[in-house]
């Protein structure tokens, strides 16, 4: 089974948010579940700082030797980083997604968004579902 971590939330659409200490901020990127079933990724189209996103709202792309896949905004913010490192290194989601493999991080909008996210029991039933 993939890593799931217990201090994280998770999107139905196999991102991860982990949210700073003051609980406005946090950084992004895909889950382990969705990187192993992408296999070997080769590029990543990074989001632009500053944008201002909607929950759900395509902000990424992943692509890997097997498919494109979108990366959706887990909560409502705006986009404070991005991990340029990924431009050279796309493989460290696979080598470490919830580490060196962070996509971007943002500020949140909306504080009760990160309610609507799933812990880690849920979001590993969800992933065992094949959705």
């Not at 406005?24 to 969705?34: E, L, Q, S, Y």
């Not at 991990?83 to 493999?101: F, H, R």
Request: with cysteine; glycine share 8%; proline share 5%.
């Amino acid at each position: 089974m993939s890593l799931i971590p217990d201090n994280l939330k998770y999107s139905k659409d196999h991102e991860w948010f982990a949210a700073d200490e003051d609980g406005m901020h946090g950084a992004c990127g895909i889950t382990d579940h969705a990187q192993e079933m992408l296999t070997d990724i080769v590029f990543v189209e990074l989001p632009e700082k500053g944008m201002e996103v909607e929950r759900g709202e395509r902000v990424a792309v992943v692509e890997s030797v097997k498919a494109v896949s979108d990366v959706y905004a887990p909560v409502s913010g705006v986009i404070t980083d991005v991990n340029t490192e990924l431009e050279n290194s796309p493989e460290l989601i696979n080598s470490d997604p919830y580490g060196q493999g962070w996509i971007f991080k943002m500020s949140i909008k909306i504080p009760g968004e990160l309610d609507e996210l799933l812990d880690s029991g849920a979001y590993e039933s969800h992933a065992a579902s094949g959705d």
